[in-house]
C-alpha cells in the first residue's frame, strides 16, 4: 500500500494528516492542478470499457443476482448490468460536513470506481473541513483523471478566516501553515467544468463579462478570488426568478442573473443546461427557469441545524439525469475519532 | 375493546413514563416504559361497574397494561410511596444511596431522567457530599474484585454525570482528590472490547516537563488538570460529548491557562530566572531548546488573557530580551528549535507587529532580519516553514505600516538581501546560452550554490518578489532597472515545474499593473518577453494554467492600451504567435497592433498626442497629490535616511525624483487610486465593495455602461474569433487537428490565404449567431456590420500599406507620452515592424 492509499485510508476515517504529509500532497496536488484548464473537461461514463470500474458493478450484482461472480461471468451477466448502474454524480457545496460526505460516497459509489464533480465549498461552516478538503485533494491526487474539484467561493483566504476553516487548522495543528498550504492549493483549482460539451459546471453563476466559454480561458485563475470580475462572479453568482437580466447581489459579490441571461449563455455555448451549488434548497436540487439551471446542494441538514436534505446528480453515459436524494449520517456515525494526545506539556 | 386502542391513538400526546416497583429485597425493578393516562375505571374492567377514576401506564410496546392505579381523593399521595412513579413533571425526591445493588437505579435516572429532572439530578449530586466519594469507593472495589459488570455500569454512570455537563459537578470530579479515579471508571467502556489504560499513559507516559520549576502547588495543580481534563475531552470521550459539554471542558481549559499564564507572569522571580537560564553560557543546548518550548507554549497559552493583559505580556517579554534569544534559536542546528523560534515570532507579530519591527531596525536587531531570509531558502525537509514569508511579509508590509521603522527595515533589506532572493533563482535555473544569464547581483548575502533548491522555495521568493512590487514600487524599480533583475526572475520560465513558470508569469504582470513606463520600456528594450513567449509557445495548444496566465498577460496589455509592449510583441513574436492565432486574446492582440498603427497613422500625431498630453498633465497634478498624500512617507522617510549614505542612495533619490514627475499614461489613472490593488490578492484586506452596492439603480446602470466599454471590445470579436470558432465547433478532440491544419496552411500557403479561408467559415458562424443569439443579438449585429469592409481588405495587407507611416507615428507618439526619451520607446520603434525576434535582440 502506498503512502498515498494509506492515507486516503487514514482520512477515510476523518483522521488529518500529519503536517508533513500535507505538505507532500499538496505540492503533487498542484502539479496536477496546474495543468488543468479554466473549463475543466468530464467525460460522461463510458459504458464497459474500463476495467477498474468492474468492482463497482460486482458490488451491484452482488445485491441484485446473489450469484457467485464466476458465475456471473461465465454467464457473461456481469457486462449486461454495467448499463444500469453506470452514473457519474456532479455534487454542491460539503462545507466540511465530513460524515455527510461519506454519506454522499455511499449513495454515489467509491470514488475510483464513479467519476465525481465536485463544484466547490468544501470547507467552512462544518466541523471537518480539514478532512474533507484533504481526502478529496487525496483522491485527486490519486485518482487525477476520476475526480474533478472546481472552486467555490469559499476556497478562499478571506473568506475561510472568517467562517471557520483557518480556526479548525489552527485548532487541528496548533499553526495555520496547513490553512496556508491548503488556501495556496485553491488559487490552482478550476472555475467551471464542461460535461460533454453540453452540460456547464459552476460554483455560483454566471458574468456579465462572460458571454462564451472562451472568455473564461482568458483568466488567470492562480489568485485569491478577486472582488469583482468574471472570476468572482462565477464563484458567487445566482440565478434570480425576479431578475430580468442583471441584478445586484446581496452577498456583496457576484450577480443575480435572470432566465433570458441563462437562455442566452446556454444558446450561445450551445449547452443543455448549468448545473451550479452556492444555494441551499432544501429539497437538495432545484431546477430553474424551464429546465435551463439546476442548483444542486449536497450539505444535508447545513450547518447540522437547517434540516434540509441533500442531492448529487447522477448522470449516465447518454447524460440521463438522476437525482438521488440523502439525509444527514445518522448520530452514531459521527463524532470525532481520538485525538493522539502530546506526550509532554510545560503547561 | 376500546382503551388500549384509544390509549395508541392518543400516544403521542401522553406522558412518557417509566415504571419501577419495589421488590422483597428493597431493590427497585424495571417494569417497563409506557404511557400514563388517566381514565375510568370501567372501561377496563367492566366487570366493576363503578365511576372510580384509575392510572393507567400501558407499555408503549406492547400495549399492556403497566401500572394501573386507582384514583381516589384521600389516599392518593400515600399511596405513591408504595408505587414510585416517575413521569416528566414527577419530583425527583432524593437520591438512592451509592451501593452496588443501587447502581443500576442510578444509571437509569440519569440516563432516562428529563431536562427538569436532570437539573434536578445535578442538585441532588451536588448536594450529597458523600457521593463521589461513595461512587469512586465503589469503583476501586468493583476494579479489584475484577467486577466487570459493576464496572461497565459505573463507566456508565460517570459518563452520564458528565453530560449533564454541570460546571459545578465538573469543578468537582476534575480536582485533584477525583480525576484520576474518574479516568478510571472511563477505561471500562463496555463497548470497546479491550479495557483502556489511560491512567497508566497520564501516569507513566507522559511527560511534565518543567523548564523552570514551578513552586506553586495551585498553579501546578491547574496545570495538571488541564492537561487532563483536554485528554479526557479529545481522546477518551471524543466520540461521546456533545457541543454544549464539549464547549464548557474548553472554557475550563480557557480559563485555568489564564490563571496558569497570568499567575506565572506576575511572579517576577520566575520570568527572572527564566531569562537568566535562557542566557547563561551555562545552560546546556538540551534545557536551552526546553526553555524555548516552555516560551512557545506560554506564549500561546497567553491568548486566554484579556488583550491589555496579553499585550503587557509580551512588551514585557521583549524587553526582557526575547527577541535576542529568538535570535539565537534561528542558528540553530536544531530544525525543530528554529521553527519553533518562528512560530514565536508569529505569535508575536498577530498580537502587536510593531514590536518585532522595533526591534528589527536596531542595531541589534539587524541579524535577525538575515536569519529570516535565510531561513526561508533553507530546506526544511517535510516540515512547513511557512513561517518565514509570513514574518518577512509583515515586516516589509508598507500597507500597514508607517513612517522611518519600516523605510529602515526596507532598505535593509533591499540592500542586503533582494540579491541574495535573485542569486537563489540564478543558481537553481537552467542557465542556457542565453544572452539573460549573466553575472551576479552582487549583492552581499551568499548563498552556497546548490542547484538543489526546493521548488516551493523559488515560489515563495517569487511571491515574496511580487509582494515587494506591490509595496515598495519604487524601491524595486529602481533595483530591477539596475541589476537585471527582471531576466534573472524570468529564469524560472526554464524550470519544468510549471508552477514556477506561472509563478514567473505572474511576477510579470504584477510590475506591468504598476504601470511605470520606465519599467514598461525596459521590457521591450531588453527584450524580457522572450522567456514568456516561449514557454507560451512551449507549451502548446494545451489549455492549463500556464496558457491561461500568458492570455491574461497579453489581454492586460491590449486592454490597458501598453503600445510600446504591444508593438514590441507583435513585431518581435508573431511569427511565433500566428499559430494561436485562433486564440481570441492573440487575435485581438494583433488587431489592437494594427489599430494602433492605424490611428496613428491615420490622424496626425499632432492632434491625437496634443489632448494626450493634456490629459496627463492633469493626471499628472491629480496623482502628484495623492502620490503625496499617499504613499509619500516612503520615498520622503527613505531619501532622507539614504541621503548621508551612499552613491546607490543618491540614485535611488534622483531616479525617484524622476518617477514623481513620471507617470503613468494610463486612461485610468486620472482618477488615480492604487488601481493594481483590484487585480492583486497578495494583501488580505477585507473586501471593499465598489460602489454598485451602494446603488441599487446601479445595476441596470452599470451594465449598459459595461456593455459600451466593452463595444470596441466587442467588435473585434467575430475577427478574433475565427479560427477560434471553428475549432470550437471542431470540438475539443479536433483542437490538436485545427491547430495542425493552422500549421500547414500556414506552410504551404505563405501570405494571406489562411487568413481569408478562415473568414469566411467565421462569417457563417457569425451569420448563426445573428440569427438566432438574444443576449448577443446586437452585439453581434453591430460586429458583423463591422466585419464587412474589415474583410474587403485584408487585415495583412492593411497592416502593410499603412506600415511605414504607421510604425513612425506610433513611435512619435510613444515619444512625446514619455517624458524620458532616454529609456523610452526610441529602440523598439527602430526595428520594423516584420522584424524577426533575433532582430529585436540585436536591436535593443
Known amino acids: ?347 | 375493546m376500546g382503551a388500549p386502542e384509544k390509549s395508541q391513538a392518543n400516544a403521542s400526546s401522553m406522558q412518557r413514563v417509566k415504571v419501577y416497583r419495589l421488590n422483597d429485597d428493597g431493590k427497585w425493578d424495571d417494569q417497563g416504559t409506557g404511557h400514563v393516562t388517566v381514565d375510568y375505571l370501567e372501561t377496563i374492567l367492566i366487570t366493576q361497574r363503578t365511576e372510580e377514576l384509575g392510572l393507567f401506564v400501558f407499555d408503549e410496546e406492547d400495549h399492556e397494561t403497566l401500572l394501573l392505579h386507582r384514583i381516589s381523593a384521600d389516599d392518593i399521595y400515600r399511596k405513591q410511596e408504595d408505587e414510585t412513579f416517575h413521569g416528566a413533571n414527577s419530583e425527583l425526591r432524593e437520591l438512592p444511596g451509592v451501593e452496588l445493588s443501587t447502581l443500576p437505579l442510578i444509571l437509569k435516572t440519569l440516563v432516562e431522567s428529563g431536562l427538569s429532572d436532570q437539573m434536578r439530578l445535578t442538585e441532588l449530586i451536588l448536594n450529597d457530599q458523600e457521593f463521589f466519594r461513595k461512587l469512586m469507593e465503589l469503583f476501586r472495589i468493583c476494579e479489584d474484585l475484577e467486577n466487570i459488570d459493576g464496572l461497565h455500569m459505573i463507566y456508565k454512570i460517570v459518563r452520564g454525570i458528565i453530560l449533564l455537563n454541570s460546571p459545578q459537578i465538573f469543578e468537582k470530579i476534575f480536582g485533584d482528590e477525583f480525576i484520576m479515579d474518574i479516568i478510571g471508571c472511563l477505561e471500562y467502556d463496555p463497548e470497546v472490547p479491550h479495557v483502556q489504560h489511560h491512567r497508566n499513559f497520564l501516569k507513566e507516559h507522559v511527560v511534565f516537563k518543567e523548564a523552570i520549576p514551578i513552586k506553586d502547588l495551585p498553579v501546578l495543580s491547574k496545570i495538571h488538570q488541564t492537561y487532563r481534563v483536554g485528554y479526557l475531552k479529545d481522546v477518551i470521550l471524543a466520540r461521546v460529548l456533545d457541543e454544549a459539554t464539549i464547549a464548557n471542558l474548553n472554557s475550563i481549559i480557557h480559563a485555568n491557562n489564564a490563571l496558569v499564564v497570568s499567575l506565572l507572569k506576575d511572579d517576577s522571580t520566575f520570568i527572572q530566572e527564566l531569562f537568566a537560564r535562557l542566557r547563561s553560557l551555562s545552560t546546556s543546548a538540551e534545557s536551552k531548546k526546553n526553555l524555548v518550548y516552555f516560551v512557545y507554549e506560554f506564549c500561546s497559552l497567553s491568548k486566554s488573557l484579556q488583550m491589555v493583559q496579553q499585550l503587557r505580556l509580551f512588551r514585557d517579554l521583549m524587553n526582557e530580551g526575547i527577541f535576542d534569544i529568538m535570535t539565537d534559536a534561528l542558528q540553530s542546528q536544531d530544525k525543530k528549535l528554529v521553527l519553533t523560534g518562528t512560530d514565536i515570532l508569529i505569535l508575536f507579530l498577530n498580537q502587536d507587529p510593531n514590536l518585532l519591527r522595533s526591534y528589527v531596525v536596531r542595531q541589534e536587531g539587524i541579524p535577525l532580519l538575515g536569519l529570516l531570509v535565510k531561513g526561508m531558502l533553507t530546506d526544511f525537509g517535510d516540515d512547513m516553514h511557512c513561517q518565514f514569508l509570513e514574518i518577512l511579509r509583515s515586516l516589509l508590509d508598507s500597507f500597514t505600516l508607517s513612517g522611518a521603522q519600516r523605510d529602515t527595515i526596507i532598505e535593509i533589506f533591499y540592500e542586503k538581501h533582494l540579491g541574495q532572493l535573485i542569486d537563489v533563482i540564478t543558481a537553481s535555473c537552467p542557465s542556457d546560452d542565453s544572452a539573460q544569464s549573466g553575472k551576479s547581483s552582487g549583492s552581499g548575502g551568499r548563498v552556497e550554490n546548490q542547484n538543489v533548491v526546493k521548488p516551493e522555495i523559488l515560489s515563495n521568493i517569487c511571491e515574496l518578489l511580487c509582494f515587494c512590487v506591490l509595496h515598495h514600487p519604487f524601491r524595486i524599480k529602481c533595483n530591477f532597472l539596475l541589476n537585471n533583475m527582471i531576466d534573472k526572475v524570468l529564469l524560472l520560465t526554464r524550470r519544468r515545474e510549471k508552477y514556477l513558470v506561472v509563478a514567473a508569469v505572474r511576477f510579470i504582470r504584477a510590475i506591468l499593473s504598476r504601470w511605470d513606463e520606465h519599467l514598461i520600456n525596459h521590457f521591450a528594450k531588453n527584450n524580457l518577453f522572450k522567456p514568456i513567449v516561449d514557454a507560451f509557445v512551449r507549451n502548446g495548444n494545451r489549455y492549463n494554467l500556464l496558457n491561461s496566465a500568458i492570455l491574461d498577460l497579453f489581454e492586460f496589455i491590449r486592454k490597458e492600451n501598453m503600445k510600446s509592449l504591444l508593438k514590441y510583441i507583435v513585431d518581435s513574436f508573431w511569427n511565433e504567435l500566428v499559430k494561436f492565432d485562433y486564440l481570441a486574446s492573440i487575435h485581438s492582440l494583433k488587431v489592437k497592433y494594427e489599430q494602433c498603427l492605424e490611428t496613428s497613422g491615420a490622424r496626425s500625431t499632432v492632434t491625437v498626442s496634443e489632448p494626450r498630453k493634456r490629459i496627463d498633465e492633469r493626471a499628472l497634478e491629480k496623482e502628484e497629490e495623492d502620490y503625496f498624500n499617499e504613499d509619500s512617507d516612503e520615498e520622503d522617510t527613505a531619501s532622507a535616511s539614504m541621503s548621508n549614505n551612499n552613491k546607490k542612495g543618491q540614485a535611488q533619490v534622483l531616479s525617484n525624483g524622476v518617477a514623481s514627475s513620471y507617470t503613468p499614461s494610463s486612461p485610468k489613472s486620472v482618477g488615480l487610486v492604487d488601481y493594481d490593488d483590484d487585480e492583486d490578492d497578495e494583501d488580505y484586506k477585507p473586501p471593499p465593495r465598489k460602489q454598485p452596492e451602494n446603488d441599487e439603480d446601479e445595476g441596470t446602470i452599470i451594465d449598459p455602461l459595461r456593455l459600451k466599454r466593452k463595444l470596441p471590445l466587442k467588435d473585434k470579436e467575430p475577427e478574433q474569433g475565427k479560427k477560434h470558432r471553428l475549432v470550437k465547433n471542431l470540438k475539443s478532440k479536433d483542437i490538436v487537428f485545427a491547430a495542425l491544419c493552422t500549421t500547414l496552411s500556414q506552410a504551404v500557403l505563405p501570405g494571406n490565404k489562411p487568413a481569408s479561408t478562415v473568414h469566411v467559415t467565421s462569417r457563417t458562424a457569425d451569420g448563426d449567431n445573428k440569427s438566432s443569439g438574444e443576449g448577443n443579438h446586437q452585439e453581434n449585429e453591430h460586429a458583423v456590420a463591422r466585419d464587412f469592409p474589415d474583410n474587403n481588405i485584408n487585415p495583412e495587407e492593411n497592416h502593410r500599406e499603412n506600415e511605414p507611416a504607421a510604425s513612425r507615428s506610433c513611435s512619435e507618439l510613444l515619444h512625446t507620452t514619455s517624458e524620458n526619451r532616454q529609456l523610452g520607446g526610441e529602440d523598439c520603434a527602430l526595428i520594423p515592424p516584420k522584424s524577426s525576434p533575433e532582430m529585436a535582440v540585436n536591436g535593443s
Open chain 1, 1 to 347: 500500500m502506498s503512502d498515498l492509499d494509506r492515507q486516503i485510508e487514514q482520512l477515510k476515517k476523518c483522521e488529518p494528516l500529519k503536517e508533513s504529509e500535507v505538505k507532500a500532497l499538496c505540492l503533487k496536488a498542484m502539479e496536477i492542478l496546474v495543468e488543468e484548464s479554466n473549463v475543466q473537461r468530464v467525460d460522461a461514463p463510458v459504458t464497459g470499457e474500463c476495467a477498474s470500474r468492474a468492482w463497482h458493478y460486482e458490488a451491484i450484482c452482488l445485491y441484485v443476482l446473489e450469484t457467485s461472480f464466476t458465475q456471473r461471468a461465465q454467464n457473461n451477466m456481469f457486462w449486461s448490468i454495467f448499463i444500469v448502474v453506470e452514473a457519474d454524480p456532479i455534487c454542491g457545496d460539503i462545507h466540511g460536513q465530513f460524515y455527510d460526505m461519506k454519506e454522499l460516497f455511499k449513495v454515489g459509489g467509491d470514488c475510483p470506481k464513479t467519476n465525481y464533480l465536485f463544484l466547490g465549498d468544501f470547507v467552512d461552516r462544518g466541523f471537518y473541513s480539514v478532512e474533507t478538503f484533504l481526502l478529496l485533494l487525496a483522491l485527486k491526487v490519486r485518482y487525477p483523471d476520476r475526480i474533478t474539484l472546481i472552486r467555490g467561493n469559499h476556497e478562499s483566504r478571506q473568506i475561510t478566516q472568517v467562517y471557520g476553516f483557518y480556526d479548525e487548522c489552527l485548532r487541528k495543528y496548533g499553526s495555520v501553515n496547513v490553512w496556508r498550504y491548503c488556501t495556496d492549493i485553491f488559487d490552482y483549482l478550476s472555475l467551471s467544468a464542461l460535461i460533454e460539451n453540453k452540460i456547464f459546471g459552476v460554483h455560483g453563476g454566471l458574468s456579465p463579462n462572460i458571454s462564451t466559454l472562451d472568455q473564461i480561458r482568458i483568466i488567470d485563475r492562480k489568485q485569491e478570488v478577486p472582488h469583482d470580475g468574471a472570476m468572482c462572479d462565477l464563484l458567487w453568482s445566482d440565478p434570480e426568478d425576479i431578475v430580468d437580466g442583471w441584478g445586484l447581489s446581496p452577498r456583496g459579490a457576484g450577480y443575480l442573473f435572470g432566465g433570458s441571461v441563462v437562455t442566452s449563455f446556454n444558446h450561445a455555448n450551445n449547452i443543455d443546461y448549468i448545473c451550479r451549488a452556492h444555494q441551499l434548497v432544501m429539497e437538495g436540487y432545484k431546477w430553474m427557469f424551464n429546465s435551463q439551471i439546476v442548483t444542486v446542494w449536497s450539505a444535508p441538514n447545513y450547518c447540522y441545524r437547517c434540516g434540509n436534505v441533500a442531492a448529487i446528480l447522477e448522470l449516465d453515459e447518454n447524460l440521463n439525469k438522476q437525482f438521488r436524494v440523502f439525509e444527514a449520517a445518522p448520530q452514531e456515525s459521527r463524532g470525532a475519532p481520538a485525538k493522539k494526545p502530546a506526550p509532554d506539556y510545560f503547561l
